[in-house]
C-alpha cells in the first residue's frame, strides 16, 4: 500500500504539475483537494482520466469523486480495493 | 433572420418544432467514436453542402443566406461569434497525421467570418468573437454598438458552430454531458448535449421599424464572473450583473419581460446558477413563462446566444414560448419551474440568456417592433470613443518592451520566440502552473502593463485579440485524445483551448467584472478587440485593458498561418494598453479609426483616408506610420500601402514593422505599444528608419494594417 501511495503522489505532481511539491511534502492523510496543495474541481476531473487511464478505475459520479479524493491515502485504498475486484 | 439547427432548416421549419416541442437530440452518427458510446448531441443530421469547406462553414452560410433574402443591398459589418472554426476539418486532418497547410486554409475561427462577408459582399468591417457559449449573443451586442454609433447602417450577426470531436469529448472529459440527453432544470438533470448549428439576424437602424421587421434588438448586455476558467459563480452574480445590464440598455424593467429564453445547459452548476440570478433579479415578482431549448436542440456553443435571439423573435411573432424539453420533475434547489409544453401567450420582451467558459455572459432583450413604447435608445450616432493610455507591455523575442526597445536601438530585428521566463517574470509559477503559454502571455501582458498604476483603479472590463487561440492546448488536447485511441484526454486543455480562456484569466486576476470580449479575426485580432473595447465604452469611464497575443507552435502555427509558414524565423508576442475612455487632454490616446475587410475586391484605400480625415490631415497630423503587411499577403498589401502613399503623398517615415517584429497575427499590438512609445518620447528613435532619431515635433503615429483585412488606428498626443 505505501508503494501505491508513493507512486500516486508522484503520478499526482506529475499530472497536475505542480511546481516546487516532492511527494515527501504531501501527507498522505492531508485534505487532498482545497488544502495545502490548492487543487480544485478541475484538477480532480484531471486525476479521473489519469485513474481511468493508468489504473483502469472508472470515477463518474461526483458522490464517489468526494470519498475517493479526501485524500491520497482513501485514493490509494479506492484503486487498491478496485483492482483486487473488492469494490463496486 | 436564418438558423439551421438539429430541428429543422429555415425560420418556417423552427417554427414548426416550436410548435410541436420536436425533439432533436440523437445519439452522434457524425464519426465514430471507438471507444465510448455514442453520447447524445444535437447533431444536424441531413446537412448537405456542395463546397469544400468545413461543416461550420456551411452552416454560417446557410443560416446567413437565409437571414440575407429579400434583404436590400450588402450589409455594412458582418459580426460573428465562432468558436470551432475550421476544427471539423483540421481534426480529422492531424488524426490523419496530413502536415500540408494548404489543407488548413479554413482552420481559423475568423476565416468563417470572412467566407460569410464574401457570400454577401460585405465589405465593411468583418469581426469574429469567441467567447465560447456566450459568443452569439457578444457578437448581437457589438452589432447592436456598431448600429447606435452610425457606423453602420446595416450588420449581419449571428453565431455558428459545429460538432467536433474537441467539443464533443472535451465537455465529455469535464463530466458536463448527460448520458440520457440534456434535461435542463430537472432535478436529475446530469449535463448539457452538445449541439450544433447557426442563426444569424440581419440587424438595421431605423427611427421606426421597417415594415418587414420580426423583431427589435432593444439592448443587450455583458458582463463577467471573474471566478472561474470553466464553472459559473455559484450565485449567479455574473449572470445577474449581465441581466440587470441589458434590462437598464433596453431602457425597460423585468415586470416588462413577458418570457425568459435561459441559457439552461442541463449542467448541475449552470442551471443552478442562473436560476439564482433570475431570482435575484424578480425578487418577489412572479416569473414570466421561461423556458430552455437545449433540451430540444441541444448546445450550439457559438451559436446559442444567436439561436437564442431568433427563437425570442419567433416567440414574439408567433405568440408562443418554447417548451423546456426534457424537463420532467422540479428541482426543489432551483425553485424554477420552466414551460412544459409550448405555450401561447402574448409576448412582447424577451430576455435571452448566454453564458460561457471564462465567466462570459452575454443577454439580450428583444422587443416586439410593432409595440414599442419608447424612443429607441439609439444615442443618436455616438462615435466609437478615443481611449486614454494609462499603461503598457509588449513581448517580443527580444523580451519585453525594454529588451524590445533596447535591441532595436542597436539597429537589430526584435522577431524571434518570447523567451519563457521573460513571459513568467510577473506573474507566480504557482499561480500559473495549469496555464500554457498564449495564457501565461496574456496575463502577464496584462500585469505588466497595469503594474505601475496600482493607485488607479484596476481594469474593469477586458478585451482580448488572437489570431489562432491557445495553439499549445489544442495540439495537446488532440494528441492526448489520438494517442488514447480516443478514449482519454485532458480537461485542462480542453478548457484552455477556448480562445477566451486568456481573457478569462486576466479577468480574474483584476476581478474584471465588465465585458470580456475575445476576438478573432486573424491578422487584425487585436485591431478588432480595441475597436469592439472602443464601441463599448461609450456609456463608461471605467478603465479596461486591450490585449493581443500570439503564441508560436512549432506545428501548428505553419501549418495554419501561411505569413509564419514563409517566415524567415518563428515568432511570437503581443501588447497590452491599460486604457480609460479619453477625457483627460493631457494622455496619449488611441482610436481605432478604420476596419474594413478587403476580400472582395480591391478597394478600401480611398475609404480609409477619408475616415482619418484625408491627405491633408494626414501628413499633418501624423509623423509617422507603421505598417503592417503579413507576409502570405504582402504583394496586395503593398499595393495597397503604395495606393494609400501616392494618394496622400505622404511625406514622413513608413516603417515595415513586421521585419522586425515577426509574423505572427497580434503583431500588430506590438506596433501599438510600440507607437506608443515613440510618441512618449517624441521621436522616432534612431536605427527604426533612419540612422538618426525622428522627431515627431507633435504629431501622432498612425498605425495601418493591409492585405485582406484593412486598418488603421491612431496614436496621437
Not at chain 2, 492 to 509: L, M
Not at chain 2, 580 to 601: D, M, W
Request: hydrophobic share 40%.
Amino acid at each position: 500500500m505505501n508503494e501505491l501511495i508513493n507512486e500516486l503522489k508522484v503520478k499526482i505532481i506529475e499530472t497536475l504539475n505542480l511546481i516546487d511539491v516532492v511527494p515527501e511534502n504531501i501527507d498522505e492523510n492531508a485534505q487532498l483537494i482545497g488544502g495545502d496543495l490548492g487543487l480544485d474541481s478541475i484538477d480532480v476531473l484531471e486525476l479521473v482520466m489519469m485513474l481511468e487511464k493508468d489504473y483502469g478505475v472508472k470515477i463518474d459520479s461526483r458522490e464517489i469523486g468526494v470519498k475517493i479524493f479526501a485524500s491520497v491515502a482513501a485514493l490509494a485504498d479506492y484503486v487498491h480495493h478496485y483492482q483486487s475486484g473488492k469494490s463496486n | 433572420m436564418g438558423i439551421i439547427s438539429p430541428v429543422g432548416r429555415g425560420i418556417r421549419d423552427t417554427i414548426e418544432a416550436i410548435k410541436n416541442a420536436a425533439p432533436g437530440i440523437k445519439p452522434l452518427r457524425l464519426f465514430p467514436t471507438s471507444s465510448i458510446e455514442s453520447l447524445p448531441v444535437g447533431e444536424i443530421t441531413s446537412l448537405t453542402y456542395s463546397e469544400d469547406v468545413p461543416r461550420t462553414h456551411a452552416l454560417a452560410r446557410i443560416a446567413a443566406e437565409e437571414a440575407m433574402h429579400n434583404a436590400c443591398g450588402s450589409p455594412d459589418a458582418v459580426v460573428i461569434g465562432v468558436t470551432t472554426g475550421g476544427m471539423p476539418v483540421t481534426e480529422e486532418l492531424l488524426k490523419k497525421g496530413i502536415l500540408d497547410p494548404g489543407k488548413y486554409t479554413y482552420h481559423s475561427t475568423g476565416s468563417v467570418a470572412s467566407y460569410v462577408a464574401r457570400h454577401v459582399k460585405c465589405n465593411g468591417p468583418v469581426i469574429t468573437v469567441s467567447t465560447a457559449c456566450s459568443s452569439g449573443a457578444v457578437a448581437l451586442k457589438i452589432a447592436l454598438e456598431m448600429l447606435r454609433s452610425g457606423k453602420a447602417k446595416q450588420v449581419l450577426a449571428g453565431g455558428v458552430d459545429a460538432l467536433c470531436r474537441l467539443t464533443y469529448y472535451g465537455f465529455h472529459s469535464l463530466q458536463l454531458v448527460d448520458e440520457t440527453g440534456a434535461h435542463p432544470f430537472d432535478r436529475k438533470r446530469r449535463g448539457m448535449s452538445v449541439g450544433e448549428g447557426a442563426a444569424m439576424l440581419l440587424l438595421t437602424v431605423a427611427e421606426s421599424p421597417p415594415h418587414n421587421a420580426v423583431a427589435e434588438l432593444l439592448g443587450a448586455g455583458l458582463s463577467c464572473d471573474a471566478y472561474h476558467p470553466a464553472a459559473p459563480h455559484p450565485t449567479g452574480d455574473g449572470a445577474l450583473k449581465a441581466m440587470k445590464e441589458a434590462l437598464s440598455d433596453a431602457r425597460i424593467s423585468p415586470a416588462d419581460i413577458d418570457y425568459i429564453h435561459l441559457h439552461g445547459t442541463g449542467t448541475v452548476d449552470n442551471d443552478l446558477a442562473e436560476a439564482r440570478a433570475i431570482h435575484s433579479l424578480f425578487r418577489d415578482r412572479p416569473l414570466p413563462p421561461l423556458s430552455s431549448q437545449k433540451g430540444a436542440i441541444g448546445h450550439s456553443l457559438a451559436a446559442a446566444g444567436a439561436v437564442g435571439a431568433v427563437v425570442s423573435a419567433i416567440s414574439i411573432t408567433n405568440g408562443i414560448a418554447p417548451a423546456n424539453t426534457g424537463f420532467r420533475e422540479p428541482d426543489p434547489l432551483l425553485n424554477l419551474i420552466p414551460s412544459v409544453e409550448p405555450l401561447q401567450a402574448n409576448i412582447n420582451a424577451v430576455l435571452a440568456n448566454s453564458f460561457g467558459f471564462g465567466g462570459n455572459n452575454a443577454v439580450l432583450v428583444l422587443g416586439n417592433p410593432q409595440r414599442r413604447e419608447r424612443a429607441p435608445n439609439l444615442f443618436c450616432k455616438v462615435q466609437p470613443v478615443p481611449l486614454a493610455v494609462l499603461g503598457s507591455a509588449c513581448f517580443t523575442g527580444a523580451g519585453n518592451a525594454k529588451k524590445t526597445m533596447e535591441r532595436l536601438d542597436q539597429g537589430e530585428s526584435a522577431r524571434g520566440i518570447v523567451p519563457p521566463l521573460e513571459i513568467l517574470k510577473p506573474l507566480s509559477e504557482k499561480y500559473v502552473r495549469r496555464l500554457k503559454r498564449l495564457c501565461r502571455m496574456a496575463l502577464s501582458l496584462a500585469v505588466s502593463a497595469c503594474e505601475d498604476n496600482e493607485k488607479l483603479a484596476p481594469p474593469s472590463a477586458v478585451y482580448f485579440g488572437t489570431g489562432w487561440g491557445g495553439m499549445s492546448e489544442t495540439y495537446d488536447f488532440l494528441s492526448k485524445l489520438y494517442a488514447s485511441d480516443e478514449q482519454f484526454t485532458s480537461p485542462t486543455d480542453f478548457i484552455g483551448s477556448v480562445h477566451n480562456a486568456a481573457a478569462g484569466h486576466v479577468a480574474i486576476r483584476f476581478q474584471s467584472t465588465g465585458p470580456n470580449v475575445t476576438t478573432t479575426g486573424g491578422d487584425c485580432s487585436f485591431e478588432h478587440a480595441l475597436y469592439s473595447a472602443s464601441l463599448l465604452s461609450h456609456d463608461s469611464n471605467a478603465p479596461l485593458i486591450v490585449i493581443g497575443a500570439d503564441e508560436h507552435h512549432d506545428i501548428l502555427s505553419p501549418l495554419f498561418d501561411a505569413s509564419v509558414a514563409l517566415g524567415e524565423f518563428p515568432a511570437d508576442g503581443g501588447g497590452a494598453l491599460y486604457l480609460r475612455p479619453a477625457t483627460s487632454e493631457s494622455l496619449l490616446r488611441i482610436c481605432p479609426s478604420f476596419i474594413a475587410y478587403a476580400g472582395n475586391n480591391g478597394g478600401g484605400i480611398s475609404e480609409l483616408i477619408i475616415s482619418l480625415g484625408g491627405a491633408k490631415r494626414i501628413n499633418e497630423d501624423f509623423g509617422a506610420i507603421l505598417s503592417g503587411i503579413p507576409a502570405a499577403e504582402r504583394n496586395k498589401g503593398e499595393a495597397q500601402l503604395n495606393d494609400f502613399l501616392s494618394t496622400t503623398g505622404y511625406p514622413h517615415p513608413v516603417i515595415d514593422y513586421r521585419r522586425f517584429v515577426g509574423e505572427f497575427p497580434s503583431a500588430s499590438a506590438v506596433a501599438a505599444v510600440l507607437a506608443v512609445s515613440f510618441a512618449h518620447t517624441g521621436e522616432i528613435p534612431a536605427n527604426i528608419c533612419f540612422p538618426r532619431a525622428t522627431p515627431l515635433r507633435g504629431r501622432g503615429i498612425l498605425v495601418l494594417g493591409f492585405g485582406s483585412h484593412i486598418t488603421a488606428m491612431e496614436i496621437t498626443p
